[in-house]
Nanobody
Framework: QVQLVESGGGLVQAGGSLRLACAASRRTLNDDFVGWFRQAPGQGREFVAAIRWISNSPWYGDPAKGRFTISADNAKSTVYLQMNSLRSEDTAVYYC????????????????WGQGTQVTVAS
């Protein structure tokens, strides 16, 4: 399994921006993918965005459309999530995860998870 470490979370005012990073211990040559999910207190894990290593093709969930951008630096085996126009409802723990098969928006498609990074948006 790949090891994943998130960074970049913190406290930001509504309307502000944050960039999260997910560093992977390795990257295979297969069409593996990395996804971002978030979990607010008392709620389930919600798909935010994902990207495939080989093609760098992104896929976005509803929370991300129009405001967040996912990108990958293949040389650094790092995936970024640029979050703009943040809202209080974006407050959650953000997790990155690695997978190799299945639909990108499904939690069960991922078999490696980071420890999570807290994002708090103050209104």
């Amino acid at each position: 399994q790949v090891q994943l470490v998130e960074s970049g979370g913190g406290l930001v005012q509504a309307g502000g921006s944050l960039r999260l990073a997910c560093a992977a211990s390795r990257r295979t040559l297969n069409d593996d993918f990395v996804g971002w999910f978030r979990q607010a207190p008392g709620q389930g894990r919600e798909f935010v965005a994902a990207i495939r290593w080989i093609s760098n093709s992104p896929w976005y969930g509803d929370p991300a459309k129009g405001r967040f951008t996912i990108s990958a630096d293949n040389a650094k085996s790092t995936v970024y999530l640029q979050m703009n126009s943040l809202r209080s409802e974006d407050t959650a723990v953000y997790y990155c995860a690695g997978g190799s098969a299945g639909r990108l928006e499904y939690v069960q498609s991922y078999d490696s998870w980071g420890q999570g990074t807290q994002v708090t948006v103050a209104s």
